[in-house]
């Protein structure tokens, strides 16, 4: 509204919290040097460290001066703390208490951590598959915003779960991710691609692989409930600003393929079969082959029927018409 650029309530300073003084001199010298004037009112100011990151993500992009207020490190800081404090067992030393720590910055000490994790084969790619290292430092410099608390937040929330299975890569102990939850996978022994695409993906994250095979995640859900998760690593869901790297590759897919794909009978993302796993027949299927779905032969038989019912009527037409033709020639002979 007009009247949000053209007025604008000064705030009185009272008796504040350290986080309210902190919140208030960013947005009096954010108003100082921008032209955009905002009315932000006093609830909602003192209600920024109590927001979650969705909010606080909403909150910024609603002008400058709130973009500069919600990406203050000391928020981003407690919320990091009070969202992941029951899972930082599970991830080392140096980032449990990074909070605490003056001598690196949170961005160094997960690059750090990061340069430890094995990066999860991916054959069936053509492309080459980047580190998480990478991955975050290409976030890094598009959020434009490098060491920064709010960068390090959803950094960690991509990859926590990637240290929290990392020990766990044996047939006795097998732990994996698929889609940012920990499911314990030692005795699940119903599966039907058996035990070896689990043995592939020990202590790894398996989402690319899952993504790949053409499954479902709210089927996957359904089947297994609670049973397979990990309990004590589970965390409610939240939203990121980092796109994982199964996504980035379905993104990148043209759109004229995708809806061929879908006329055929084919799934355009699945590139996987349960054999490409299996020693004896790894080399008898090809993976990057697309895989047909069981429609696409009902597709085929009937279009099979039709096409030679369609030839079998045009070739009566022709007969008759040569025929009535022949006799019309005759006749008028």
Request: aromatic share 12%; hydrophobic share 40%.
């Amino acid at each position: 509204p007009l009247s949000f650029q053209t007025s604008m309530v000064r705030l009185r300073r009272t008796t504040k919290s350290t986080a309210e003084e902190r919140i208030y001199s960013v947005l009096d010298s954010s108003f100082c040097r921008n032209q955009l004037v905002v009315d932000i009112s006093r609830a909602a100011l003192k209600s920024l460290p109590f927001l979650g990151a969705q909010e606080l993500t909403r909150f910024s992009c609603s002008c400058n001066s709130a973009n500069v207020a919600a990406s203050q490190n000391f928020l981003w800081r407690s919320l990091w703390r009070r969202r992941y404090q029951q899972i930082l067992w599970s991830v080392p030393e140096t980032l449990r208490a990074v909070d605490s720590k003056t001598d690196i910055t949170p961005m160094d000490a997960l690059y750090s951590c990061l340069k430890e994790i094995p990066t999860p084969p991916c054959w069936w790619d053509e492309q080459p598959v980047s580190s998480y290292s990478e991955q975050v430092a290409c976030f890094e410099n598009r959020l434009r915003d490098k060491g920064s608390w709010k960068v390090f937040y959803f950094a960690f929330g991509m990859h926590w779960t990637k240290f929290a299975v990392a020990a766990h890569d044996s047939k006795d102990d097998l732990w994996l991710v698929i889609h940012g939850s920990v499911f314990d996978m030692t005795n699940f022994h119903d599966h039907p691609g058996q035990v070896e695409p689990f043995l592939r993906f020990a202590g790894m994250d398996a989402t690319d692989a899952f993504e790949a095979m053409g499954h479902s995640w709210h089927a996957k859900v359904r089947a297994y409930g609670d049973e397979l998760v990990v309990s004590s690593l589970s965390l409610p869901k939240e939203g990121n600003l980092i796109r994982p790297s199964w996504l980035t590759r379905q993104d990148a897919v043209p759109a004229v393929k995708v809806w061929l794909f879908k006329v055929l009978m084919f799934d355009v993302h699945r590139r996987l079969s349960y054999h490409d796993f299996w020693p004896c027949e790894s080399d008898a299927v090809s993976s990057r082959k697309p895989h047909l779905s069981p429609s696409f032969f009902v597709v085929v038989l009937v279009g099979v029927v039709v096409i030679s019912r369609y030839a079998w009527s045009v070739a009566a037409f022709l007969s008759v018409m040569k025929t009535e033709g022949v006799s019309s020639l005759r006749s008028i002979s």
